[in-house]
Structure formats: structure tokens, C-alpha cells
């Protein structure tokens, strides 16, 4: 799978006021991600579990590891990612 590396630039007095309460801010931001990442997944398999699970036209087993549950989902012509879903708004 893919790594994106993302960066995120502080102002000196945001780096002062976080490190008033944190040890290490990479990790505290890293935490962060994987946390909302953990949220975003439980969403988005409990989601699709009831989509495939309730379409009669998909008679494929369920993955039951997380990256092939992943690819399978969005490779579905059915897919939309969040960004796509506002902008039809």
C-alpha cells in the first residue's frame, strides 16, 4: 500500500503552547491519525458489511482481512469518496 507523507507546519507560538503538554508532538499528531483512522474504518466496514451483505448482485465472499476489505469496496463503481459526496451537494 501506499505511504503519504503529509506535513504540517506550526507557528513558533502553536509549538509552544503543545509542548507546554506534550512530550513528543510527531507522536501526539501520529496518535491522532491512527485514532481517527480506527473511527473512520469501524464506519466505513460496518457501512459496506450491510451494503454487500443486502446486494443481491454480489455473490463474492466477503474479505475478512482490513486492505482487501479496503480495495474491494473502492474498486466498486458504487464507491464515493467523503470530498465527492459534498460536492454533489
Do not use: H
Not at 491519525?33 to 443486502?54: D, P, S
Amino acid at each position: 500500500m501506499a505511504t503519504k507523507t503529509i506535513t504540517i507546519t506550526l507557528t513558533d507560538t502553536q509549538q509552544g503552547v503543545l509542548e507546554n503538554d506534550l512530550v513528543d508532538i510527531d507522536a501526539w499528531i501520529q496518535d491522532m491519525v491512527n485514532g481517527k483512522e480506527n473511527k473512520c474504518w469501524l464506519r466505513l466496514q460496518e457501512e459496506w458489511t450491510n451494503k454487500l451483505m443486502n446486494d443481491d448482485s454480489f455473490t463474492d465472499p466477503i474479505p475478512s482481512n482490513k486492505a482487501d476489505f479496503i480495495t474491494l469496496v473502492t474498486s466498486r463503481s458504487d464507491y464515493v469518496k467523503a470530498k465527492d459526496k459534498r460536492s454533489k451537494m
